[in-house]
């Protein structure tokens, strides 16, 4: 079945520097690629996705790169502010069926 | 346009209780998918049901856990015999197809005594 690793786990910036978080899945098939952020005591949130017709996406400050080949996507975020602050997840769907998660990424900013 | 429903948010039981979790999926939405978050931990997907159907169970344990989706009502998922391993957030997300994105409820934090 799908696996997907998620790295770093946790990930501490200064305020204003760039963040990046990277995954890897492992099922050729998943084309369908969301992130989700989610806030302590919170409901994940959708931030972005990408789908596997697509290299990468961009809104605003967040961007998202997919690369089928390696079967890696990672999620940048620009001009980090401490509303960004939260745990990060990545995941890896095949249509929507059984979406896989990355285990997190515990982002920082410090102001 | 309501988000996804979940009640209770918090839920205590003692050991060997039932525990039923609802969820109301968001209109128009007839895919729910559950998913268990231990503190600290990501989410694991257990079971994707589309309206008195489910889809795929294969992350849900075999024993004392089920769940259904009926024709009208919330989505239901339902733990026997509650041991403490159960504890943790019990989240819902639906979707109004297969393929578009998962928009989440606020979970249900079970804690077991």
């Known amino acids: 079945g799908e696996n997907v690793e998620q790295h770093p786990s946790t990930l501490s910036v200064q305020e204003g520097d760039s963040a990046v978080i990277k995954c890897t899945y492992s099922?050729?098939?998943?084309?369908?690629f969301p992130w989700y952020k989610q806030e302590l005591g919170k409901r994940p949130q959708l931030i972005i996705d990408?789908?596997?017709?697509?290299g990468e996406k961009k809104d605003q400050r967040i961007a998202v790169t997919l690369n089928k080949t390696a079967k890696h996507f990672s999620l940048h975020i620009t001009e980090t502010q401490p509303e960004d602050s939260a745990v990060y997840f990545c995941?890896?769907?095949?249509?929507?069926?059984?979406?896989?998660f990355g285990a997190g990424t515990r982002l920082f900013v410090k102001a | 346009n309501a988000g996804v429903m979940q009640n209770p948010r918090h839920l205590v039981r003692r050991r060997g209780q039932e525990a039923r979790l609802r969820c109301s999926p968001m209109?128009?939405?007839?895919?729910v998918y559950w998913y268990r978050q231990l503190p600290e931990e990501g989410l694991k997907f257990m079971v994707y049901?589309?309206?008195?159907?489910?889809?795929?169970e294969s992350g849900m344990p075999k024993e004392r856990f089920s769940a259904e989706f009926p024709k009208e009502g919330p989505s239901i998922l339902r733990i026997q015999q509650v041991v403490r391993g159960d504890s943790a957030a019990y989240f819902c997300?639906?979707?109004?197809?297969?393929?578009?994105?998962?928009?989440f409820g606020d979970g249900t934090r079970l804690s077991i005594l």
């Open positions: 997300a639906s979707s109004p197809t297969d393929d578009q994105p998962q928009h």
């Open positions: 099922d050729s098939a998943s084309n369908y």
């Open positions: 990408i789908r596997s017709n697509v």
């Open positions: 995941a890896a769907s095949t249509g929507g069926f059984k979406t896989i």
């Open positions: 209109k128009g939405h007839s895919h």
């Open positions: 049901l589309q309206k008195e159907n489910i889809i795929d």
